[in-house]
């Protein structure tokens, strides 16, 4: 047999030269395409089992109630700013709710009411305002009220708040689903830090 000397890079090629050199010249036809395409199912194969692979690493995410989830550094999906008020002061209530329509005003949210609850951390949804809650109500010892910010625009509302929150206290948390870890563990206050009541959550993962 005669092995070709020629370069392409791959020893394959030099192989395949020299089983055609042993074949007779009527059969190196058909053996030419026989070796040329043997390999090609397997190939086929190993492509198809890569693309899956990336595809379902794409796709799939483990439960998001498994074990160690709300332990780890669960995806941030959106954020709360929270501004705290005392609800038996008069003064107190009437420059927070002034504080409220100029923050409204300033991204302009008028008529931009929340149509999720405050746990849902609404992935994709547009900044929005939430109810005054004019008494202690869920995890909150004292009145407040919130805003539901995307993360892309937590860095604008957040400087805003801290420049021209005066005398009130403002509480920013991210919403991961993981509640208590999101008020807790992953949150900032401006101004007095408020006790939170960790009892009224019973969420510890998105969606649940």
Known sequence: AVVSTQSYGDTSFIVLS???????????????????????????????????????ASVYKPPYNSTGYCEDTPKIYSYHIHVL?????????????ELREEFIKEFQLEGKECDVSPGDPAPGHAMCVFE????????????????FIP?????????????????????????????????TKWNTFAGDKWPIDVSAF?????GC
């Open 132 to 147: 005054v809650e004019s008494a202690p109500a869920g995890p909150f010892t004292t009145a407040q009220y919130a805003f």
């Open 18 to 56: 020299a089983l055609l050199n042993c074949r007779p010249p009527r059969a190196r036809s058909t053996m030419f395409w026989i070796l040329l395409f043997a390999p090609l199912p397997a190939l086929l194969e190993a492509h198809v089992h890569e693309y899956d692979k990336h595809l379902l």
């Open 151 to 183: 993360p892309g625009h937590l860095q604008e509302c957040s400087a805003w708040m801290l420049q021209h929150r005066g005398v009130h206290d403002v509480f920013i948390h991210p919403n991961t689903g993981c509640h208590v870890n999101d008020h």
């Open 85 to 97: 008020f005392w609800q038996n002061n008069k003064d107190h209530v009437t420059s927070a709710l």
């Open 202 to 206: 019973t969420c510890d993962h998105p």
